[in-house]
Antibody, heavy 124, light 109 residues
Framework: QVQLQESGPGLVKPSGTLSLTCAVS?????????LSWVRQPPGKGLEWIGEIYHSGSTNYNPSLKSRVTMSIDKSRSHFSLKVISVTAADTAIYYC?????????????????WGQGTMVTVSS | QSALTQPASVSGSPGQSITISCTETNSDVGNYNVVSWYQQHPDKAPQLIIF???KRPSGVSSRFSGSKSGNTASLTISGLQAEDEADYYC?????????FGGGTKLTVL
């Protein structure tokens, strides 16, 4: 049973860079074909940030694309998220989530495993 | 970019059935059977309850069912239970990105 765990600073200064990692346990990074990052501002809904394939190819939310970078470190079994030039609007709980893949297909909008989430506050 | 519209809230009494709608405003995605649904309890991560419109992951109660007609997907919960009180989100995938609906708060009266 794969488990995901987000980690990173809980407080980031405005105009700074938000950096988070998602550690994969109970399975290899390579067995996680697609991984997405999703965020949720306090009291609000879910927002998809982007996804990364185990080969390293990425797709990003068009509204965040200019500020987001995702990467994978197979040797350390973790995925990374960076968001630059953050503002208060980036304050949210950040989740990493695994895309559900059957033996035949991957369902890119279906996330069957989630981390517990990590709260990031952007404030001076 | 497509958007998914859900009602802000729905309610029902224990034992009843309720339906939550999820309408895609971009007609280009109406032909894709790529809708999923999530349940989220307060202070918890979302949980996948329906994928590919009407498929249930292993371990999800059969009281949850999904369907789609044209640009509107629906989640039906039958035999409402107190534990079903939560927020529900739909999601879809098109043009290389995922979109979530705004979420629906289900209140069990």
């Amino acid at each position: 049973q794969v488990q995901l765990q987000e980690s990173g600073p809980g407080l980031v200064k405005p105009s700074g860079t938000l950096s988070l990692t998602c550690a994969v346990s109970g399975g290899s990074v390579s067995s996680t074909q697609w991984l997405s990052w999703v965020r949720q501002p306090p009291g609000k809904g879910l927002e998809w940030i982007g996804e990364i394939y185990h080969s390293g190819s990425t797709n990003y939310n068009p509204s965040l694309k200019s500020r987001v970078t995702m990467s994978i470190d197979k040797s350390r079994s973790h995925f990374s998220l960076k968001v630059i030039s953050v503002t208060a609007a980036d304050t949210a709980i950040y989740y990493c989530a695994r895309v559900y893949c059957s033996s035949a297909n991957c369902y890119l909008e279906a996330f069957d495993a989630w981390g517990q989430g990590t709260m990031v506050t952007v404030s001076s | 970019q497509s958007a998914l519209t859900q009602p802000a809230s729905v309610s029902g009494s224990p034992g009843q059935s309720i339906t939550i709608s999820c309408t895609e405003t971009n007609s280009d995605v109406g032909n894709y059977n790529v809708v999923s649904w999530y349940q989220q309890h307060p202070d918890k991560a979302p949980q996948l309850i329906i994928f590919a419109v009407d498929k249930r992951p292993s371990g999800v109660s059969s009281r949850f069912s999904g369907s789609k007609s044209g640009n509107t997907a629906s989640l039906t919960i039958s035999g409402l239970q107190a534990e079903d009180e939560a927020d529900y989100y739909c999601s879809s995938y098109a043009s290389g990105h995922v979109v979530f609906g705004g979420g629906t708060k289900l209140t069990v009266l």
